[in-house]
């Protein structure tokens, strides 16, 4: 149906102020609120509150709270196709107007200022940075953040699951998750732990004939088993078999250390792995890219020091 008249008469007169242009040019290229447009316009609030209503009405501009204040936005692609002609013609003809271009200036130099402050805030506070960062928002939402990076449709098997934290932190981000583990106690506790998820699924099985088909999962884990196993050659073979071509293979487990009291309170065969150990382990396995490196170790851990590696299937 056409437009009625008063849609474009309003439309027209909503423009037809060089205050009003003024702040849809600045509006377009930011969101801002009135302390920041009153600064930029260097007019008082009610007179900018005044034409921001006018605005708002007409549906130039949208808003959204913003603590106990409000921010506007002016998006030409949402406004009705008429509307749009509108304001890109009244923009064509008022962005050489000095007022505008003054406008623009301001704003640049409050931007610059915001972006010099949040710079000397960083500056002084780089040296207990990390310790700050983990007082206000925990330690667990950069794993989160990288997990997300996971492509959605991909099925991850997780052997040696446990109690199944890799399985929980898994499960809102790929499509299924299968954990494996030999152990019915912890098959158990990981049922527990993930009993809100129906896309968990939980095997019973050793690590050298797990019970999973050939080429089923996009990726397979491996965190702090390998070194429970008494043939790592041939639990790495399994998880090899079990991946999709271009599927991943990691395994995060200990560096060879010489704490054989550890091994044993920890009920495990082996004291750890070398580096060239573990990637020749993935390599015969005819994973690609197979490469391990050594993490840091955490400040408050007490146990050996851990390899990362990992692998592609051709």
């Not at 447009?37 to 005044?50: A, D, G, I, K, Y």
């Not at 939402?141 to 098997?157: D, N």
């Not at 019970?211 to 008494?230: F, I, K, Q």
């Not at 998880?239 to 920890?266: C, E």
Request: hydrophobic residues 45%.
């Amino acid at each position: 149906m056409p437009r009625q008249p008063d849609s474009l008469l309003g439309w027209m007169a909503s423009l037809a102020d060089p205050t009003r242009l003024r702040l849809l040019s600045l509006l377009e290229q930011q969101e801002l609120g009135v302390v920041d447009l009153c600064h930029v316009v260097q007019m008082p609030q009610s007179t900018v509150s005044r034409h921001l209503k006018v605005l708002l009405d007409e549906g130039w501009v949208t808003s959204r709270p913003q603590g106990t204040a409000r921010l506007y936005r002016l998006t030409p692609g949402d406004l009705e196709p008429p509307a749009r002609r509108l304001w890109l013609l009244a923009r064509e003809q008022t962005e050489a107007w000095p007022a505008v271009r003054q406008d623009r200036l301001r704003l640049e130099r409050r931007r610059s200022k915001r972006r010099s402050g949040a710079e000397s805030f960083f500056a002084g506070a780089a040296g207990r940075w990390d310790e700050l960062r983990a007082q206000l928002y925990g330690r667990g939402f950069t794993q989160a953040a990288l997990l997300a990076l996971l492509p959605r449709e991909w099925v991850v098997a997780d052997l040696g699951c446990g109690t199944g934290p890799v399985l929980a932190a898994l499960a809102p981000q790929v499509e299924r998750v299968i954990g494996v583990d030999q152990s019915a106690a912890m098959l158990r506790a990981a049922r527990r732990r993930t009993e809100g998820f129906a896309n968990v699924e939980l095997r019973r099985g050793p690590l050298h004939a797990l019970p999973l088909e050939d080429s089923g999962v996009d990726a397979v884990l491996m965190v702090l088993a390998l070194t429970y196993v008494d043939e790592p050659a041939r639990a790495v073979l399994e998880m090899a078999r079990v991946l999709r071509p271009g599927g991943r293979a990691v395994v995060l487990d200990l560096l060879r250390h010489d704490r054989d009291d550890f091994r044993r309170q920890m009920g495990q065969h082996s004291l750890g792995f070398e580096a060239d150990e573990l990637r020749e382990h993935l390599a015969r396995a005819g994973l690609e890219e197979a490469s391990c490196r050594v993490l840091p170790p955490e400040g408050e851990a007490r146990g050996p020091a851990l390899l990362l590696a990992s692998g592609a299937r051709r």
